[in-house]
DNA sequence: CGGACCAAATTGGTCTGACCAAATATAGGG
DNA sequence: CCCTATATTTGGTCAGACCAATTTGGTCCG
């Protein structure tokens, strides 16, 4: 389950959890390195390195004297995957927002990547979208052609910052909604629809119409998603009931 | 200059700037830990701290039998204020794309803030556009307004994912360009007719008014961004010469 | 000559114990 | 009750040591 399986790394994860879940108030101060060292056994040095970790996330400040814990909001987007993976069922507020954010960076992408793509690509993109077609592959097996595509659309897209905010919800999302069973259910015509549009626009070269398309899309994916959600968790209820 | 004045982020910081300017060859073995050591004349232990930071960049991987360098843009978002502190100018590609991108993100924080605020909430907002209708002041003391505006505005949209995003970038990119003297020439007209804007779609209650306000706004202000840069790299160019 | 295999050197991961300087807590005096 | 001087706590750093995994280099065999 646990990322590295270093000391440090195991420490660094269980306190960031810690501080995700609001088990110290904003600006509380945190455990001292030696009561941490003896709490998880372990050697100071480690220790430090793991708070070295969290001070990159910006989840604690350290100075001399002792160090402080930080809002999370104040924190680095890179403490997004842990903070949806931290229950068993990932905050539906926070999925919302984070497929309604994404959304209008996948639209940023595909407008700017068919609006500068040269023959080649848009010939390779129009591939790409034709395996999407296939009916004959179910919605898990596309999801491998589906990244690819987003993969080809950042390529030609070529705008470092989208892909460094990519970075750091990367697959984790997806990964994690499979692995919950959680899958929104997207219709047939939606999906239909949003392929046809990214067909017409990849042949117009008409880089706006895709990223309509991909916004209405990720419209749909939002709602979807949220009933798949709650679906999910009614049936937890019942189990535990 | 530096950030912190502790050893093991002097050592980061500088590490990390060699990694940023692409000194190493993505995949490349990095130097060996007892070897930082020696060179910074540093502890291991001070090293350690440092490789554990570059570590959650994502700009290394580190593994018994050594440490290898990632290729940059498969880092965290949290590299993108030092790659644009690198050189004395920043790239202009990249201010583009931090623009652009943060334009749509701006857009989308309008809308929905507009869309969602209360009573009260949108009275505060037409009072923070009042204040930056004030003509008596000049545009390097409206910043702090602007601030003020925005962060108003991601305090009602309310959306996280977007809040850790900005964390990444925040002051850092308006702070850098004031140090360095490049202001975009934005014309009276355009900011005056942003306001308006959004002074209409705060009385309507038009979040997708505004959004398109903030757009345009972007969009102008990603023309203007770039000839300033391109003006103050000919500046210099004419020092040196 | 090339590939498989084994031993030695290298490297990261961790620990112990120690010292300093800054920040904090505490006790004392006004 | 407030303010100051002192003692304690805490982070920052260093040195030296050990282990386990990986690399490396050489050797042997086909």
Redesign the pocket.
């Known amino acids: 389950m646990s990322s590295?399986n270093?000391?440090?790394?195991?420490i660094a994860e269980s306190l960031r959890d810690e501080i995700l879940r609001q088990q110290y108030r904003s600006g509380e101060?945190?455990?001292?390195?030696?009561?941490l060292?003896a709490r998880f056994?372990?050697?100071?040095?480690?220790v430090?390195?793991a708070?070295s970790q969290l001070e990159q996330l910006g989840l604690i400040r350290?100075?001399?004297?002792?160090?402080r814990v930080q809002s999370v909001d104040s924190a680095s987007l890179a403490v997004l995957g842990p903070l949806m993976q931290l229950n068993d069922l990932p905050n539906p507020v926070l999925v919302d927002q984070f497929l309604e954010t994404f959304g209008v960076l996948a639209a940023l992408t595909a407008k700017n990547a068919i609006n500068t793509a040269n023959a080649e690509q848009l010939i390779q993109l129009k591939e790409l979208v034709v395996q999407l077609t296939d009916e004959s592959v179910d919605l898990e097996g596309m999801q491998p052609r589906w990244r690819e595509f987003m993969k080809t659309l950042s390529e030609i897209a070529d705008n470092l910052v989208v892909r460094l905010i990519s970075n750091d919800l990367k697959a984790q999302f997806v990964d994690q909604m499979m692995r919950l069973g959680i899958r929104p259910d997207l219709k047939k015509s939606s999906i239909k629809r949003l392929l046809s549009s990214l067909r017409v626009s990849i042949n117009k070269k008409d880089g706006e119409l895709a990223s309509e398309a991909m916004l209405e899309h990720f419209e749909e994916l939002r709602a979807a998603m949220s009933e798949a959600i709650g679906l999910k968790a009614s049936e937890i209820r019942k189990m535990v009931v």
Not at 41 to 46: C, L, V
Not at 62 to 67: E, I, K, N, R, V
């Open positions: 590295s270093t000391i440090s790394h195991e101060r945190f455990p001292s390195e030696r009561d060292a056994d372990a050697s100071r040095g480690a430090r390195e708070l350290t100075q001399p004297g002792g160090a």
